[in-house]
């Protein structure tokens, strides 16, 4: 059974940055997609970006873009989530997850739908002076 | 970006009663819906997904339905289990989205 065992807690400083980890357990990453989401305190999760073991492919939501790096280290099993010029803003839990798939086919074809599962147990970031 | 709207934000439900939650998106999203349970302190924890779906291991008192614009997760039968708060998730079109969740008490 896959886990995603993330990275502790971190607690930084504005203008820092913070490397955060993310590492497959019981499984060895061939070509999935993981994903990475932030939660500010008391907010709804927000998504900040995807990576392809595979291929190495990454797609960032524009708010993160420039601002979020995400990595893959297939000897090591594992997927990092850099964030640059940290603010208060940034402070928030970051969560991986697995991109699960399933193909349905339809008459002009098939839908590709996809979900987030398993997830990490998330790594805390707290930004302050 | 696709907006999802949760309706109610607060629930408060006995145990055994029926509870429905509602999401509204503001796009087309070809039924790529998902639904997660997050609990506090816990990361989302997914219990739909293709608007219907259940996933394996997730209590049958849990369902999907509804097609875009409205879509329903309902729990048949309340357990002292399942509160926390309930977000859905439209993975059609980047940025992936999530609805402002809602919070459900156990009375």
């Known amino acids: 059974q896959v886990q995603l065992v993330q990275s502790g807690a971190e607690v930084k400083k504005p203008g820092a940055s913070v490397r955060l980890s993310c590492k497959a357990t019981g499984h060895t990453f061939t070509s999935e997609t993981i994903h990475w989401v932030r939660q500010a305190p008391g907010q709804r999760p927000e998504w900040v970006g995807a990576l392809n073991t595979g291929t190495g492919h990454t797609k960032y939501s524009q708010k993160f873009q420039g601002k979020s790096i995400v990595e893959v280290d297939k000897n090591m099993n594992t997927v990092y989530l850099e964030v640059t010029s940290l603010t208060s803003d940034d402070t928030g839990v970051y969560y991986c997850?697995?991109?699960?798939?399933?193909?349905?086919?339809?008459?002009?074809?098939?839908?590709?739908?996809?979900?987030?599962?398993?997830w990490g147990q998330g790594t805390l970031v707290t930004v302050s002076s | 970006d696709i907006q999802l709207t949760q309706s109610p934000s607060f629930l408060s439900a006995s145990v055994g009663d029926r509870v429905t939650i509602t999401c509204r998106v503001s796009h087309d999203i070809n039924n790529y819906l998902a639904w997660y349970q997050q609990r506090p302190g816990e990361a989302p924890n997914l219990l739909i997904y293709?608007?219907?779906t259940l996933q394996s291991g997730v209590p049958l008192r849990f369902s999907g339905s509804g097609s875009g614009p409205e879509f329903t997760l309902t729990i048949s039968s309340l357990q002292p289990e399942d509160f926390g708060t309930f977000y859905c998730q439209q993975l059609n079109t980047y940025p992936y989205t999530f609805g402002q969740g809602t919070k459900l008490e156990i009375k």
């Open positions: 293709a608007a219907s």
């Open positions: 997850a697995t991109e699960g798939e399933m193909y349905h086919e339809v008459p002009a074809g098939y839908h590709r739908y996809i979900w987030f599962d398993p």
